[in-house]
């Protein structure tokens, strides 16, 4: 194999990519939270002040809470797990463990996709090596990632799974990105699109829908096509909506909006794995996964990140179009028996919380028009959803004697 560079024709040797051992159907959990100004709602950087403060009693940092390419955000990492009610508790326990640094400051954390109003040209940049190349090479569209995700992996025991299963779960997308959406806000600006942060990422070069892959060898030319030509150092700079992730052996969807309560965390993570898991064993029964169109897979992430849950989207290779919430219904009572064999029933009839209540992109808008545009009302609505969950206990009935 040759490439032509400036003239030049110079031979590229491909070095294959080690996919770690991985137990099947494992699940890990990220979660980026913003910190805001309790009184403000504004975005406040003391992401390294709060990192510091979680030091270990010999300086190390904290295993599994991170920061991010703002020093606005601060980022959960759980460990691996059977379960995602296990994955879940352990961010919640970490969010807890960042309250205790932040109440007394006054600064709360929150989750969405955007910022209600948040400026980009007041955001700090974490100061890394990898964040000022980022930075210096994408310009204004690079300092405007002011948005937050949830990522969620998925353990495959067989690297030739992994192109097959994430060729399968872009169909998957806009249920993803309808039930996460949570951006509609950008700048103080209601963008008139559910998650306009699946739109502002996609801008960065390495971002946005994978390309459409035969196999892993495939994966590991494209890898060296863009570490040769300087593009990326390494596999973890392709930050493609769903990617493989070789370091951990696993799927890693990354297509959803920041979501601001566990429920909701816990009902999209059981959703992914219980995806994941039916793929795979799809392909032990020897049958193909399905697959659709990559312009249908992109004309499906536009509408689910404009229309949100009120988008219609297509179904199937054959054009089929329905509702992207009677197709998460549907799913649900799909994917029940695999959800119960894999512990995570629960969690999994949790996307019921989200169909019935909305989903933040329109509980924001709501509570925006309750509080004539108020801006910092939606954060303060944020903060309080983090806090108390989508469903807040109910007070203690009365005894009547």
């Not at 913003?34 to 190390?60: K, N």
């Not at 390494?234 to 493609?240: C, G, K, L, P």
């Not at 989903?359 to 609505?381: C, E, F, I, K, M």
Request: glycine share 8%.
């Amino acid at each position: 194999m040759t490439r032509s560079t400036k003239g030049t024709t110079v031979g590229i040797e491909r070095v294959g990519i080690e996919f770690a051992r991985s137990e099947r159907s494992t699940v890990g959990i990220e979660w980026e939270l913003a910190l805001v100004d309790r009184a403000s709602g504004d975005l406040v950087s003391i992401a390294d002040e709060v990192l510091d403060a979680l030091r270990g009693p010999d300086g190390s940092p904290h295993p599994h809470i991170t920061g991010e390419l703002l020093l606005n955000t601060v980022e959960l990492v759980s460990g691996v797990h059977h379960t995602v009610a296990g994955a879940v508790g352990d961010v919640a326990g970490q969010v807890a463990e960042v309250r205790a640094i932040t109440d007394p400051l006054g600064v709360d954390p929150i989750c969405s996709g955007s910022h209600p109003f948040g400026q980009w040209f007041d955001q700090q940049v974490t100061d890394k090596k990898r964040y000022h190349k980022l930075i210096d090479r994408t310009q204004w569209w690079g300092r405007n990632m002011m948005i937050w995700g949830i990522h969620v992996h998925v353990g495959i025991e067989d690297r030739d799974k992994v192109i097959p299963i994430l060729n399968g779960l872009l169909s998957f997308v806009p249920h993803l990105q309808a039930l996460s959406a949570s951006s509609p806000f950008w700048a103080g600006v209601n963008t008139g699109y559910a998650s306009n942060r699946a739109q502002m990422f996609q801008q960065l070069p390495t971002a946005g829908l994978p390309w459409r892959l035969e196999d892993w060898a495939a994966w590991e030319e494209y890898v060296n096509d863009l570490t040769v030509t300087g593009i990326i150092e390494d596999a973890s700079e392709v930050r493609w909506d769903i990617r493989p992730s070789p370091r951990w052996g696993t799927i890693e969807v990354r297509a959803c909006d920041g979501v601001s309560t566990v429920e909701e965390l816990g009902a999209i993570a059981a959703f992914i794995q219980c995806v994941v898991e039916w793929m795979s064993t799809e392909i032990d029964e020897g049958r193909p996964v399905p697959t659709m169109q990559p312009w249908f897979v992109r004309e499906n992430k536009w509408r689910a990140a404009r229309y949100g849950l009120a988008a219609e989207i297509i179904v199937n290779s054959t054009g089929t179009e329905r509702m992207v919430t009677d197709e998460v219904r549907r799913l649900v009572e799909v994917l029940s028996p695999t959800a119960e064999r894999l512990g995570c029933l629960t969690e999994l009839l949790q996307l019921n919380l989200i169909l019935d209540h909305g989903a933040s992109y329109q509980r924001q808008l709501a509570v925006a028009a309750t509080h004539n545009g108020d801006l910092p009302a939606v954060v303060a609505a944020l903060s309080r959803e983090l806090r108390e969950g989508l469903l807040p206990p109910a007070p203690p009935s009365r005894t009547v004697t």
